[in-house]
C-alpha cells in the first residue's frame, strides 16, 4: 500500500518519543489505563498523532470499559484502513491511519450498545485530541 504520507524509518524515529514509535510504526500497545485520552469528554476531533489525519470524533466515543479509548466508526469510510492480524496466536482485525500506515489499535465487533456494534479500540498515544468550539 502506498500512502499520502511516506517517511523513512530515521524520519519516524526523529518525529516521535520511544512510546509513540513502538506503538504507532511498529504495531505495539500501550498499557490499559493509563492513555491520557481514555476519560476526554470534551467535543471535538481525534487526529494520528504520526500525520495528523482526521480519524474520529468525539461524537462517536463511549465507556467501553476496556482501557482504552474507543470509538463505534471512524471519521469516514476512507480514514483508516482494517488488516487481518493473526499475531499472539489468534486472529483480529488491526486498524491503521490510511494516511500514513501508522497502527491505531484494533476493532472488535463487541460493542451491541452501539449503532454499529463495532469498538475501534484504540492507543492514545497514536492519536492526538483537538477540542472543537461547541458554539
Known amino acids: 500500500m502506498t500512502y499520502k ?3 523513512s524509518d530515521q524520519e519516524w ?9 513502538a ?17 476526554e469528554k470534551r467535543t471535538g476531533v481525534y487526529r494520528c498523532r504520526a500525520c495528523s489525519a482526521e480519524l474520529f470524533r468525539s461524537d462517536t466515543k463511549f465507556d467501553s470499559h476496556c482501557g482504552w479509548p474507543s470509538f463505534y466508526s471512524p471519521l469516514a469510510g476512507d480514514s483508516v484502513e482494517l488488516i487481518e ?14 494516511t500514513c500506515g501508522s497502527h491505531l489499535g484494533h ?16 492507543n492514545s498515544v497514536s492519536l ?8
Open 5 to 7: 504520507v511516506t517517511k
Open 13 to 21: 524515529r526523529e518525529q516521535l518519543s520511544a512510546q509513540e514509535y
Open 107 to 122: 476493532v472488535f465487533d463487541d460493542a451491541p450498545q452501539t449503532p454499529t456494534g463495532d469498538r475501534f479500540c484504540m
Open 85 to 98: 492480524d493473526r499475531s499472539l496466536g489468534m486472529v483480529r482485525t488491526e486498524v491503521r491511519c490510511a
Open 23 to 39: 506503538v504507532l510504526r511498529q504495531a505495539g500497545t500501550e498499557r490499559a489505563w493509563t492513555g491520557e485520552l481514555l476519560d
Open 128 to 135: 492526538t485530541f483537538e477540542e472543537l468550539d461547541e458554539s
